[in-house]
Nanobody, 121 residues
Framework: QVQLVQSGGGLVQTGGSLRLSCAVSGSIFRSATVTWHRQAPGNQRELVATITSGDSTNYADSVKGRFTISKDNAKNTVYLQINSLKPEDTAVYYC???????????????WGQGTQVTVSS
């Protein structure tokens, strides 16, 4: 089975930085779209960043200029660099991989376990 294992969360002060990692097992990494999401208590889950197999990236307006998504194909790992942290960035962050079969008949979806990011004010 494809598994996504996250690391890098923690407690930081306003204005600080953090780098989240998402390691993807299996052979699907190079053909998958990987996204980062976050969810604060009482709020809906929000898409914050996307990177495609062709390395195109996209960001939510709330994080543009502060968050950077990247990947290391040799390590099968996607990163989310978070700079200039704000208290409103406090949430559980999840990575997600999506891909299709070679025939295009099946869609696949896998989520990481989530990691807490807490920004103190």
């Amino acid at each position: 089975q494809v598994q996504l294992v996250q690391s890098g969360g923690g407690l930081v002060q306003t204005g600080g930085s953090l780098r989240l990692s998402c390691a993807v097992s299996g052979s699907i990494f190079r053909s998958a779209t990987v996204t980062w999401h976050r969810q604060a208590p009482g709020n809906q889950r929000e898409l914050v960043a996307t990177i495609t197999s062709g390395d195109s990236t996209n960001y939510a307006d709330s994080v543009k200029g502060r968050f950077t998504i990247s990947k290391d194909n040799a390590k099968n790992t996607v990163y989310l660099q978070i700079n200039s942290l704000k208290p409103e960035d406090t949430a559980v962050y999840y990575c997600r991989a999506q891909w299709i079969s070679l025939t295009g008949r099946r869609e696949y979806d896998s989520w990481g376990q989530g990691t807490q990011v807490t920004v103190s004010s």
